[in-house]
């Protein structure tokens, strides 16, 4: 096990990767937020104070030793729909039954029942649901103008616009499929680069910057706004929630860590229930200053890994460089919603791509329970897509004997 002051051995690289990580996670929190229904300011304070409790946590407790935690896109679609069911105000309160059923998780190592329920390839279904959802919301932000035409939707503003987006797209998978395995940062960095630049000559729409409005409160429930239903009908409903969006954090962090420690240039194990011991404190703490959840999200940890990162001293650097946007939010005027959205529908399609995983390692009856979640997911919502697949697989192991993978199965290949 690596002691507390070879934290400090690779200071210039974990300070490097910080950095290149700090610049990817501000545009892909951005859209995770705006997909989340939330201030853009408060998932980025939220990133801030998941990197401080992870590098913290990684001093007596380490989990994994590369991962960034941050805002989970996989679970931005579960937020908004709390949202909106729950009201901005009570989803503090939502944030923090989740970290309390996240700890119970920790304390107890349950995380091993959890995954036996939900097979590895039901979440993969599930996430590439949720990648569908987000590449389609952004869609739009490659052809969005800011003087629309109704008489002339085709007009020259609007073929300038699809222009540039068809170049950099071209232009981002270029570097992502030259640099993906030394550099994967610098497609992200490409584009911020192209979208800062065409800033200063074109009129393009920009993030809307809702103002800063963070303060410390008892994260309690407030029954009054609870849409036509009783206070113990919404808390009832809000526990069940949490305990939606805790499985998937917790499954979601298993699979990174999974994919983290292949990606370690010092190949340590990684501890999962240490890795859920700093996602439950950073929500806990979060939901005291109105945040989102957090995990050590896998396109943030593997750009950190061949970034050159050795330890988790690089996420204060990755604080640090997301702390400058919060000081000066101004800075995200010149980042044009078409970059975001090609961000976002790359982070949406590598969702989707994991079914390839799927396909890889198991037979007919996965894959096809697999797209159906996904499918489900997409039309219905993530619980209730993740439920329909559930009974389903439920009465095809009871009824027709399937095998059940575990997810160790998963893991060895």
């Known amino acids: 096990m690596t002691g507390i002051n070879d934290r400090f051995l690779y ?40 990197c401080i409790v992870g590098f913290v946590s990684s001093l007596f407790r380490p989990g994994n030793f590369i991962g960034v935690p941050g805002i989970a896109a996989g679970l931005a679609p579960a937020l908004a729909l709390g949202v909106s069911k729950f009201g901005h105000e009570n989803m503090p ?75 950099s797209i071209i232009i981002f998978w270029i570097m992502f499929n030259k640099y993906s395995k030394t550099f994967p940062g610098a497609s992200y960095i490409s584009i911020l680069i192209i979208g800062v630049s065409t800033m200063f000559y074109m009129e393009l729409p920009i993030l809307k910057i809702e103002p800063l409005d963070i303060h410390l409160a008892f994260p309690a429930p407030h029954p009054k706004y609870f849409h036509g239903i009783s206070p113990i009908v919404g808390v009832v409903e809000m526990i069940g929630y949490a305990l939606m969006l805790g499985t998937i ?16 240039p010092l190949q340590r194990h990684c501890d999962t229930n ?46 640090a460089v997301v702390l400058i946007i919060v000081l000066f939010p101004a ?45 489900c997911v997409y039309k219905f919502g993530i619980f209730e897509g993740l439920l329909m697949a559930l009974a389903i697989h439920f009465l095809a192991v009871k009824i027709f004997k399937v095998k059940n993978f575990e997810v160790e199965e998963l893991m060895k290949d």
Request: overall charge neutral; some cysteine.
């Open 331 to 375: 800075l995200l005027n010149y980042l044009p919603q078409f970059s975001l959205g090609i961000i976002m529908i790359f982070s949406g399609w590598k969702m989707i791509s994991g079914l390839q995983n799927v396909i890889n390692l198991h037979g007919k009856y996965e894959i096809g329970l697999s797209i159906f979640c996904g499918l």
């Open 93 to 167: 309160f939502l944030i923090f039954l989740t970290a309390i059923f996240q700890m119970v998780v920790w304390k107890y190592n349950y995380q091993r029942f959890i995954l036996k329920m939900v097979p590895p390839y039901l979440v993969e279904g599930l996430l590439a649901g949720i990648g569908l959802k987000i590449a389609l919301k952004f869609f739009p932000f490659l052809y969005e103008i800011t003087t629309p035409d109704a008489n002339n939707w085709f007009n020259n503003e609007r073929l300038i616009l699809l222009s540039l987006s068809l170049v």
């Open 249 to 264: 954090d917790v499954i979601e962090q298993v699979m990174s860590n999974a994919a983290i420690e292949k990606l370690d």
């Open 11 to 50: 200071f210039k690289r974990d300070a490097f990767s910080g950095i290149v990580v700090g610049l990817m996670a501000i545009p892909l929190s951005a859209g995770i937020c705006i997909m989340s229904d939330y201030p853009v300011l408060t998932g980025l304070v939220t990133v801030i104070f998941a």
């Open 274 to 319: 240490n890795s859920l011991f700093a996602i439950w404190i950073a929500n806990l703490g979060s939901s005291f200053f109105g945040g989102m959840t957090n995990l050590d999200g896998l396109a943030k940890s593997s750009t950190n890994a061949f970034a050159g990162a050795y330890t988790k001293l690089s996420n204060l650097f990755t604080a």
